[in-house]
């Protein structure tokens, strides 16, 4: 029996960071001060109970955010709009930014393609937050795109010039699909891609391993998005795929009669998670 664990499973570099960061800001609070997140660090609910048991509070909304008279705010690792970043500062909250360098350098292309007056184009889940938090910097003249059809419809003054990013994330194949279909419309096209290279080579990494196992596990939460996308990937590859957030979400009895397993897991996948369903699969064999 053989277990195959992918080496980029887990946290990637800027969760990490993200995480890293409330919790430091939990060792820092000496005078108590309250801490909060605006949304959930990171799309983990173990790790979001975790600081909550720590002190941390998560504001969910705009009106919470609003009837706040102190303490520190932490964005989120997704980003936030820079309507809400301009209203934390004008309440005057101590604001420790944890946005990954990535998803900060679309927001500062988007900005800057959207003030030479370009049409910028986000291609991602407009539900995503990292994607709304990318719009937000992008001025009035912006259009989120996530599937064929989205890019079929698309449709802006021949005149205007294009911009092209992507949620970091997003899936790199179809990412290339849509923009062969913007382009084929004859627009003055910049594409930018702004794909992670970590996501990259974790969703490849993911797609090799699940073609040559009888079974493939994929640990994450439920809302995360790249890990929704990995079990898209390795479910194509391998029909005996699971998408667990936790060991408890595994039904062990349906490994008994495999002899290969692959294992990976989403970038807000902590890595003792990982560990416990590795050594779980193990016992059985």
Known sequence: MEIIRAKTAGFCFGVKRAVETVYQQTKQNQDEKPIYTYGPIIHN?????DLEMRGVKVLNTIEELEALEKGTVIIRSHG??????QKMKEKNLNIVDATCPF????HNIVQKESKDGKHVVIIGNPQHPEVIGIKGWAGKSVTVIQTPQDAENFEVEKE???????????????FQDLVEIISKKSYDINVLNTICNATKVRQSE?????????????IGDKHSSNTQKLFEICKK???DTYYIQT????DLNQLRSVETVGITAGASTPNNIIEEVQSNVRIIF
């Open 80 to 85: 936030i709009e820079e309507g809400i970043y």
């Open 206 to 218: 993911a797609r090799t391993i699940a073609e040559k196992v009888d079974a493939m596990i994929v």
């Open 45 to 49: 609910a173990e790790v979001v109970k």
């Open 247 to 250: 060991l408890e979400d595994l």
């Open 237 to 239: 590859a391998c029909k």
């Open 103 to 106: 998803v900060k350098k679309i």
């Open 160 to 174: 205007k010039k294009i911009c092209i990013v992507s949620q970091t994330t997003f899936n790199y194949n179809k």
